[in-house]
């Protein structure tokens, strides 16, 4: 790889555009006002067009009448470092070892955009232009949900207009293997909170007297599933399209072993889910409620002999086909007033939400990317589904029109999220190859 595109990809990294955190607010606008420079210098006319929240970036080649219209997204967001001192280096320090270069957005979603504009950068160079018409749309809020993208598509609609969506943000079934994913679960959230007194109490003087907020929530938190990992919550299930048989039967015969993979990377010392269903099913074909994050109460160093005085829990549903979000708001806000415990309020706060996406591998542009799937990486891709969200990408499909076509480029291990995210130079290579590929395939008529 050259070495200017090792520093792009670098200088892309410094930036912490974390975009839940207001205190990093100005450091999301300078990554922001870098693409559109690095977008701009490679020739394309590119715009930044704020919105209530972070701008987005919208880059077009000069488009030309009976060309096909291909519109890549992807965003520039990234999700807190926190834990810091999990990190075996600083996480807006980018390094390389071994080939993999280690930061916060290396894989998610920094290194696979930024595959696709050196792609359009190297095409651009090489024959002045462009088999098709392109769109890069790259958003700042991805990883909160995109909550002002769905007005920016409406509000652009004519102007966007194109045959069809690629978004490299999704994974790879494993280093080498290609794979087209034609599904993601949907996402939507809550966080509870349970009040019990006015202000925390000396668990002497009060503790029998009154309820604990703490032992209320953990009670009604653990009404969520039953002992078998289902959802407990009534109706959760009802929408729920049932696992064709092909489907069960191709995902067993994929060249990938999900559960040794899973308890290698998670570490933990079991599998668990829901019975009934492999891991792959459970992942990829199953909705599951998740508890993210609780807290409450004394939490510092020894003892504190205290009854808070409130306590709260933040939820998340992972959705399938035919699920609806609000939906399964409601009937979970029903299932906690219902499993409320006495003694205590509670006050319930809907977040962010994003719906599943399911679409045809076969269709004719599906076979198009599975043709420059093979170019790329010589070799037949899998076609999988994905048991992560990207909010938008239903809303392609309801405000745009357009199928989406996911080519992830992130490994199994690229630690997303985590602490010590990666990714590894040779699938950024990739990624340009693909981009050039996949571009020429749908190119052609
Ligand atoms: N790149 C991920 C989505 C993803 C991860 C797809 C793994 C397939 C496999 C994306 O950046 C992401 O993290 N999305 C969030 C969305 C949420 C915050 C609304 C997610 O899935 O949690
Ligand atoms: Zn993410």
């Not at 696979?112 to 024959?127: D, F, P, R």
């Amino acid at each position: 790889m050259r070495a200017s595109h090792l520093e792009d990809y670098y200088s892309f990294l410094r930036f912490p555009s974390v975009s839940t955190d207001a205190q990093y607010a100005g450091k999301v606008t300078a990554c922001a006002e870098w693409l559109v420079k690095k977008l701009s210098d490679i020739g394309l006319e590119t715009k930044l067009v704020p919105t209530p929240g972070h701008p987005v970036i919208w880059a077009k080649n000069k488009h030309q009448p009976g060309r096909r219209t291909v519109m890549i997204y992807g965003h520039y967001d990234v999700q807190p470092p926190d834990p810091l001192d999990l990190w075996d280096s600083p996480p807006f320090e980018p390094i390389l070892k071994d080939g993999y270069v280690f930061a916060r957005g290396a894989t998610d979603n920094k290194g696979q955009i930024l595959s696709h504009i050196l792609g359009v950068q190297e095409a651009l160079e090489q024959h002045g232009d462009l088999p098709v018409n392109l769109h890069f749309v790259i958003e700042g809020e991805e990883e909160i949900g995109s909550g002002n993208l769905g007005d920016f598509l409406s509000e652009n609609k004519e102007a966007l207009r194109c045959d069809v969506a690629v978004v490299s943000d999704t994974g790879m079934v494993k280093r080498g293997v290609p794979t087209l994913s034609y599904g993601l679960r949907g996402v939507t959230a809550l966080e509870v909170k349970v009040t019990g007194a006015k202000i925390d109490l000396h668990s002497g003087v009060f503790g029998g007297s009154v309820a604990n907020p703490i032992t209320a929530l953990v009670r009604l938190l653990a009404t969520l599933h039953d002992d078998k990992g289902h959802v407990a919550i009534e109706g959760f299930y009802d929408k729920v399209k049932p696992l064709e048989d092909w489907e069960r039967k191709a995902w067993r015969e994929l060249p990938l072993n999900g559960d040794e993979e899973i308890l290698k990377e998670t570490g933990a010392p079991a599998l668990f889910g829901e019975e009934g269903y492999n891991t792959l099913e459970r992942l990829w074909g199953r909705p599951t409620a998740e508890i993210n994050g609780i807290g409450g109460g004394y939490q510092g160093v020894g003892t504190k002999t205290v009854i808070a005085s409130h306590a709260m829990a933040k939820l998340t549903f992972r959705l399938v086909p035919d699920q609806q979000g609000d939906e399964i708001l409601n009937l979970a806000t029903r299932h906690l007033e219902k499993h409320l415990p006495p003694g205590v309020t509670m006050e319930i706060t809907r977040g962010h939400s994003g719906p599943w996406y399911l679409t045809d591998p076969h269709s004719p542009v599906g076979q198009a990317a599975q043709r420059a799937l093979r170019e790329a990486f010589g070799k037949d891709p899998a076609l999988i589904r994905e048991g992560g969200s990207i909010p938008i990408v239903s809303q392609f499909r309801t405000i745009l029109g357009v199928e989406t076509l996911l080519l992830g480029l992130a490994l199994p291990d690229c630690r997303a999220h985590s602490p010590n995210e990666n990714f590894p130079l040779e699938n950024m290579d990739a990624g340009i190859r693909l981009n050039k590929a996949v571009l020429a395939e749908l190119a052609k008529r």
